[in-house]
């Protein structure tokens, strides 16, 4: 194991000190939920290589013990080729959770080495809750995601305020010297307490706040999800308020975000859709109203409420065989393990020079990647066994439920290599399709062992899209833009539509993929609810089962003021000191805290502007 030298990390520390932003400063994994570039930041940034040897020196023990040392070295291979990347080398943590919040209610945060017992009303749940996330997000280099949040706040807000408390928001809860306090403000106050907490920059992840995912269901979702729970007091959860407590919770964020920037949580709506049709209307014209307002969200739709997006990078499969009633939430305790993405324009390309099939050199690749990915679950076995991973032992998420990932990047840039036309209706860009995602998918189903399940997605590359580009020009590849698309569609093509994206993003695409890829919708300015209404009903048609809207928001540099639209101008100050804040790729953050690459790239994003042609 090759030990970074002492010059090198005074050079890297001047470099840093010099660098514009955090992200830009980090020369391994290029981050911009890393707001601030300060001390802390540095020291976490320090590390980095010696850990990313230590992980490869793991894996190469790991895989000569499974299957030799050949396969070892074909390994570290597969890296330095750059036809694979291994995600988060930087940290020893599995990838990201979606967690039960059931162990934290039946007996707090005890067996995961907190102090609080078991929460029995809404200011201890929400109190606790934040070190519960803390304390979860510590234990995972990517997201946490706590798909139950609101119905469990449901469940302490009924326990205080009554079973019918959302209908009783102005009522006075509390007086105190200065001013009398309804429920209403009470129960946003909890929202804000919870919500700018987990925002902050947590000291134990390098500065770095936590990736925290919420969800939002429909009514099918809901009554799938809760049937047959109860809460250790016999409690079972109920509908009607969470519906209404959904409702307030996202008005309420939608507007604190005028006040800040908050980039967590990351929202994603869950719909039933039955014979083509949203079974709950209410609720989908609801959340269109909340886009028409400026609200920035994720849905996700599906015929059968089986799947569940829980978040941004998954697409779990509720299996009803592994449903687990005893903690109490079936399909909520998963997340993935580990990503080891693979760069598909130098792949295409090796794979022509070589004059194999696409399709029979991504079954070898995808056969060596699955071994990678076995042992990388065999080291966090021995993690688990050495009772190292608490938050698993507790019964807040489960090893076996929980995915080994192949990433996808540079998927439009191989088909653009052979000349395929990017065009959805195109039937051989279908194919190219079938013949790298369809394998993979079989693949992963024929690979999968107890202990072993295997997904596909599209992943948002933060920094990788600019490192495969860059690597590849370096290395005499061809490469037609200087940071991969995420999309089966062209990022920066301003002649494709809003509409023919849903195209893209349908059922003839990523039907072939056993894992999430998310149409990020870019707009110049927000449509009306209607409109919104007609895209999620094209989003059936099309299959497209997660999109999300960007409309750049715009914040004034010199005064503060923040807006939902895209301006050149301050309306508040007149200023022209202006950032501009949208998802970097699934989170919501200033253009200013990107990395240079990042930033070059969004500057050539696609915004369409006019109404797309419903
Ligand atoms: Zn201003």
């Known amino acids: 194991m090759q030990i970074e030298s002492v010059d090198k990390q005074i050079q890297f520390i001047q470099n840093y000190m010099s660098a514009k932003n955090a992200a830009t400063g980090s020369e391994v994994d290029q981050n911009a939920n890393v707001a601030n570039k300060n001390i802390a930041t540095m020291a976490a940034e320090l590390p980095k290589k010696n850990m990313i040897a230590l992980n490869r020196e793991l894996m190469y023990r790991k895989l000569t013990t499974l299957y030799g040392e050949d396969l070892a070295k074909q390994y570290l291979e597969d890296l330095s080729h750059h036809i694979i990347y291994k ?25 995961i ?29 990517g997201a946490t995601a706590t798909p139950e949040f609101l119905t469990y706040f449901d469940h302490f807000a009924r326990i205080d305020y009554g079973e019918d408390y959302i209908n009783h928001l102005d009522d006075v809860v509390e007086n105190l010297k200065s001013k009398q306090i309804t429920l209403r403000e009470k129960l946003e106050h909890y929202f804000a307490q919870i919500v700018y907490t987990v925002n902050q920059p947590a000291g134990a992840r ?18 799938s999800i809760f049937k047959d729970f109860f809460f250790p007091d016999g409690d079972e959860p109920c509908w009607e308020t969470t519906k209404e407590l959904q409702k307030l919770f996202m008005k309420w964020f939608n507007k604190e975000r005028l006040k800040d920037i908050l980039t967590f ?9 039955v014979n083509g049709k949203y079974a709950d209307e209410e609720t989908m014209n609801f959340m269109c109203e909340m886009w028409a307002e400026g609200a920035s969200f994720f849905m996700y739709q599906s015929d059968s409420v089986d799947s569940l997006s829980s978040c941004c990078r998954l697409r779990n499969g509720i299996e009803d065989n592994t449903f687990s009633y005893t903690l109490g939430a079936g399909g909520i305790e998963t997340g993935s393990k580990g990503v080891i993405t693979l760069n598909l324009n130098r792949i295409v390309q090796d794979a022509t020079r070589a004059k ?22 065999e080291i966090i076995w021995d993690y688990k066994n050495g009772n190292l991973l ?47 995602l369809e394998t993979i998918k079989d693949l992963n189903a024929a690979a999968r062992t107890e202990h072993c399940k295997f997904n596909t997605e599209f992943v948002p590359g933060e920094s990788l899209g600019v490192k495969n580009a860059k690597w590849d020009k370096k290395d005499g590849y061809e490469v037609p833009r200087d940071c991969y698309n995420s999309y089966f569609y062209i990022v920066e093509d301003e002649t494709c539509d809003p509409i023919q994206k849903f195209r ?23 449509l009306s609810a209607v409109q919104y209404r007609m895209l999620a009903d094209i989003a059936v048609i099309e299959g497209c089962n997660y999109w999300t809207y960007n409309v750049k928001n715009t914040i004034c540099n010199d005064c503060g003021f923040i807006s939902k639209h895209t301006l050149q101008k301050c309306p ?30 969004e500057g050539q994003r696609a915004y369409w502007n006019g109404v797309p042609r419903c």
Request: proline fraction near 3%.
């Open 356 to 377: 194999i099939t696409i399709k029979d050199y991504i079954t070898t690749i995808i056969n060596r990647v699955h071994k990678y990915l076995n042992a990388f679950n």
């Open 572 to 601: 508040k100050c007149g200023g022209t000191n202006l950032d501009y804040a949208t998802r970097i790729i699934g989170y919501l953050k200033r253009v200013g805290a990107w990395s240079a690459g990042r930033q070059i790239e």
């Open 265 to 273: 949580p990351v929202e994603t709506a869950n719909m039933h859709v």
């Open 390 to 436: 608490t938050i698993f032992n507790a019964g807040f998420i489960d090893l076996d439920r929980q995915y080994l990932t192949i990433g996808i990047n540079g998927f439009v840039e191989g088909a653009e290599y052979l000349g395929i036309p990017i065009d959805p209706d195109s039937v051989e860009y279908q194919q190219y399709s079938k013949d790298i």
């Open 206 to 223: 390098g500065y770095q706040s936590i990736f925290w995912n919420i969800a939002y269901f429909d009514e099918d979702y809901f009554k």
């Open 504 to 526: 893209y993003q349908g059922i003839n695409f990523t039907g072939c993929c056993d894992g999430g890829s998310a149409y990020h919708c870019n707009l110049d300015e927000h």
């Open 87 to 111: 995600h988060d080398e930087t940290s020893i943590f599995p990838y990201c959770c979606s967690i039960s919040l059931y162990p934290f209610i039946l007996e707090g945060l005890t067996k």
């Open 113 to 141: 080495g907190g102090s609080s017992t078991a929460p029995k009303h809404l200011d201890s749940f929400c109190g606790s809750f934040i070190n519960l996330v803390f304390l979860v997000a510590g234990q995972f280099a």
